[in-house]
């Protein structure tokens, strides 16, 4: 056990003493590398972009132009007269000519058909009127101010010839649609229902008038047309045939002048009328309240009579 003692007596100082610590070794610092920054292109020009124009949508003016005025009923009534005169009138004579003198007349169905080609389409081409247009000095014009397209004059100025149309067609082919059989029945039955068809335009067409504020027939609404008074712009003249139509009006004026006479009459017999029933109503009542005075006084006496 000595032995033991003595060889941990001699290890324990040399245990004791401190021992040096391992000093770091000082780490080179990594020099950044010097970089060689490449030259910068030169700069490049931009061509400037040119902005692309935003087209703006065209909006279409709605309603009745502030600078026409709608026309009369006045004038509505001879413009419609007289494109009927003008369409239809030739053809009825021609149709009197068939069905009663039992003749076919050449000359009368030139006529008729010069004078629909004429009022459909030869005046309304050169000057966007019709003959009852000149007559009465008005115009079809669209919310735009510009005369509406030629579809719009054929189908308004066609309605009361395609309706005519439309009877013929029922009264010849009606019967066929019972009687005959096959092709005939069905090309019967065709024929009938466009005579048909032509029939309810005619009275749509006259129904959407009535109930316009404006009073713009079906094909009217369809192609946004109004009827309105026909006023000369300054400088406008009118020459040769046009000029001639124009000189029409004179006849549509003195219709005018004689029906605003006649309406001015019927005002002053409406204004003396009143005034006599006025005058007799006063001179009734004034009759009354003095028969009611005197059998007030009546009464009063025969009160104070029975008293005293």
């Given at each position: 056990m000595g032995l033991l003692d003595k060889a941990?007596?001699?290890?324990?100082?040399?245990?004791?003493?401190?021992?040096?610590?391992?000093?770091?070794?000082?780490?080179?610092?990594?020099?950044?590398?010097?970089?060689?920054?490449?030259?910068?292109?030169?700069?490049?020009?931009?061509?400037?972009?040119?902005?692309?124009?935003?087209?703006?949508?065209?909006?279409?003016?709605?309603?009745?132009?502030?600078?026409?005025?709608i026309a009369s009923p006045n004038s509505r009534r001879i413009a419609w007269f007289t494109n009927f005169v003008v369409n239809l009138g030739p053809i009825f004579g021609f149709l009197f000519a068939v069905a009663i003198l039992d003749a076919f007349t050449t000359t009368a169905a030139i006529i008729a058909l010069t004078a629909l080609i004429l009022n459909l389409f030869v005046v309304p081409i050169m000057s966007g009127r019709t003959l009852g247009n000149f007559v009465s000095r008005t115009k079809n014009i669209t919310s735009s101010g510009v005369k509406p397209n030629l579809v719009h004059g054929i189908l308004g100025n066609s309605t009361g010839i395609l309706s005519l149309m439309g009877i013929v067609m029922l009264m010849i082919n009606?019967?066929?649609?019972?009687?005959?059989?096959?092709?005939?029945?069905?090309?019967?039955?065709?024929?009938?229902?466009?005579?048909?068809?032509?029939?309810?335009?005619?009275?749509?067409?006259?129904?959407?008038?009535?109930?316009?504020?404006?009073?713009?027939?079906?094909?009217?609404?369809?192609?946004?047309?109004?009827?309105?008074?026909?006023?000369?712009?300054?400088g406008e003249a009118s020459s040769g045939f046009i000029g001639r139509l124009e000189g029409m009006a004179s006849y549509g004026d003195r219709f005018t002048e004689r029906s605003e006479a006649r309406k001015a009459k019927k005002a002053e017999k409406a204004e003396k009328v009143k005034t006599v029933s006025e005058s007799t109503a006063d001179d009734s009542i004034d009759a009354e309240s003095e028969t009611n005075s005197d059998t007030e006084e009546e009464k009063a006496s025969s009160k104070k009579a029975k008293k005293n």
């Amino acid at each position: 056990m000595g032995l033991l003692d003595k060889a941990s007596d001699a290890a324990s100082p040399a245990a004791k003493k401190p021992v040096a610590k391992a000093k770091p070794k000082a780490v080179a610092k990594a020099k950044p590398k010097a970089v060689k920054i490449a030259d910068e292109p030169a700069a490049v020009k931009a061509k400037p972009v040119k902005a692309k124009r935003v087209k703006k949508a065209k909006v279409r003016p709605q309603g009745l132009p502030s600078d026409f005025e709608i026309a009369s009923p006045n004038s509505r009534r001879i413009a419609w007269f007289t494109n009927f005169v003008v369409n239809l009138g030739p053809i009825f004579g021609f149709l009197f000519a068939v069905a009663i003198l039992d003749a076919f007349t050449t000359t009368a169905a030139i006529i008729a058909l010069t004078a629909l080609i004429l009022n459909l389409f030869v005046v309304p081409i050169m000057s966007g009127r019709t003959l009852g247009n000149f007559v009465s000095r008005t115009k079809n014009i669209t919310s735009s101010g510009v005369k509406p397209n030629l579809v719009h004059g054929i189908l308004g100025n066609s309605t009361g010839i395609l309706s005519l149309m439309g009877i013929v067609m029922l009264m010849i082919n009606a019967g066929s649609m019972f009687t005959e059989s096959g092709s005939a029945q069905i090309w019967a039955s065709i024929w009938s229902i466009i005579g048909l068809v032509f029939i309810i335009l005619f009275f749509v067409n006259s129904s959407f008038r009535r109930g316009s504020e404006t009073s713009q027939g079906l094909y009217d609404s369809l192609f946004g047309a109004y009827l309105v008074k026909h006023v000369p712009a300054e400088g406008e003249a009118s020459s040769g045939f046009i000029g001639r139509l124009e000189g029409m009006a004179s006849y549509g004026d003195r219709f005018t002048e004689r029906s605003e006479a006649r309406k001015a009459k019927k005002a002053e017999k409406a204004e003396k009328v009143k005034t006599v029933s006025e005058s007799t109503a006063d001179d009734s009542i004034d009759a009354e309240s003095e028969t009611n005075s005197d059998t007030e006084e009546e009464k009063a006496s025969s009160k104070k009579a029975k008293k005293n």
